[in-house]
């Protein structure tokens, strides 16, 4: 067994949605949660800035004596080069696994435009569902609009317009490819009603869990959870004492260098 807490980075309160998954799932892991408040949105940012304001949060981490990290962002975990998971820490990336759109005919994947652009979960859903029919909708802004708590017919207008412009009104399912979607799901269930609504995040926790179970390494003994920002937001307090409760240690971090 392993007692040492996971790392969970993201560009902002997004990943929130996959740490509480691994809770929910998994109540005995620990983890200490890093998100870049401070430079949020990612979305339009290039690779390279990309990569390399998160080599610093996964020394952070590494400083911190996790014993797995989770890039909890789409735009992380598709813009940086292989080298961000390799070393002595398993570092994994939000999952592309999607076993249960077997019998799904048209698919939307819905992220941010560097998510979109990577083209990668068109690539892995076409090698896997050769007849599906693929359209990916980028929507600029949007995972900005709901880290600042934009109100909720704002991110209704965001939404519909992209899913319009697309012509996806009547998709069979839509990946939500960016971990700050989840926290908006109702909305995205009012304009997709007929629509399966995937979220990768407990697929991602599944594989982060059986890696360390392969290891030995899960955790025998519950413990407190830290969350570090960036910036200090109300949102993103709001938000973590929604979702972990309202002791829940929020402290704000400023890193060198970054």
């Known amino acids: 067994m392993d007692n040492r807490p996971i790392g969970i980075m993201d560009s902002g309160v ?20 890093i998100g870049d408040t401070a430079r949020n949105p ?48 398993p570092v994994i990336g939000m999952s592309l696994d999607f076993p249960e759109l077997e019998s799904v005919n048209h698919l939307a994947v819905i992220g941010t435009p560097m998510t979109i652009r990577s083209h990668r979960h068109r690539e892995r ?5 050769p007849l599906m029919n693929v359209t990916e909708i980028p929507i600029d802004g ?3 609009a709901i880290e600042m708590g934009k109100e909720e017919s704002f991110i ?16 069979d399912a839509a ?20 629509t399966l609504l995937i979220d990768p995040a407990e697929r991602t926790v599944k594989k982060a869990m059986s890696i360390l179970a392969d290891q030995n390494g899960q955790s025998e003994e519950a413990g407190p959870c830290l969350f570090f920002f960036t910036e200090s ?5 709001i938000l973590v004492k929604k979702m972990f409760g309202r002791r829940a240690d929020i402290q704000r971090v400023v890193l060198s260098g970054v």
């Not at 996959?18 to 983890?31: D, S, T």
């Not at 207008?157 to 998709?171: F, H, L, P």
């Open 125 to 129: 859903l076409k090698k896997d569902f």
């Open 14 to 33: 997004g990943g929130l949605t996959v740490a509480c998954v691994l809770k929910e799932k998994y109540p005995n892991e620990k983890f200490i949660f």
């Open 233 to 237: 937001t109300l949102r993103a307090e």
């Open 42 to 89: 990612y979305g339009n940012k290039s690779p390279e800035e990309v990569t390399f304001f998160f080599f610093f949060f996964k020394a952070f981490l590494a400083g911190k004596q996790v014993k797995m990290i989770i890039a909890a962002c789409n735009t992380i975990t598709f813009s940086v080069p292989p080298s961000f998971f390799e070393g002595k820490i």
């Open 142 to 144: 949007l995972a900005y």
């Open 156 to 171: 209704y207008g965001m939404i519909n317009e992209a899913v319009q412009k697309a012509g996806a009104e009547s998709v």
């Open 175 to 194: 990946v939500l490819a960016c971990t700050h979607y989840p926290l908006v799901a109702g909305v995205f269930r009012d304009i997709l009603p007929n």
